[in-house]
């Protein structure tokens, strides 16, 4: 059983930086999607041989990974109150980076995320 969990989430102002990380029992594509209330739930990174972004925040958010650790982080810069939703972390058996929630295997539990005006 794969296990993800989740840290580094927390309330930070407009403007702010956050980074979450996600660490994995094993080496994965991996992914970074979230929710926000009322809203279905959406890609923001992800990350294999190639990585992809969401254009909402490209050139804001960097997605890295450790592969010793076998962690993946989200470096969030610039946030914005539209930021705010809950961030979960997803791993892939097939190690090809996509934005289809559907195509990944696991899933953490989250993490939330909050940006203040």
């Known amino acids: 059983q794969v296990q993800l969990v989740e840290s580094g989430g927390g309330l930070v102002q407009a403007g702010g930086s956050l980074r979450l990380s996600c660490a994995a029992s094993?080496?994965?594509?991996m992914g970074w999607f979230r929710q926000a209330p009322g809203k279905e739930r959406e890609f923001v990174a992800a990350?294999?041989?190639?990585?992809l972004y969401a254009d909402s925040v490209k050139g804001r958010f960097t997605i890295s990974r450790d592969n010793a650790k076998n962690t993946v982080y989200l470096q969030m810069n610039s946030l914005k109150p539209e930021d705010t939703a809950v961030y979960y972390c997803?791993?892939?058996?097939?190690?090809?980076?996509?934005?289809?929630?559907?195509?990944?295997?696991?899933w953490g539990q989250g993490t939330q995320v909050t940006v203040s005006s």
């Open positions: 997803a791993a892939r058996r097939s190690y090809f980076s996509t934005d289809e929630a559907r195509n990944y295997d696991y």
């Open positions: 094993g080496r994965y594509a």
């Open positions: 990350i294999s041989w190639i990585t």
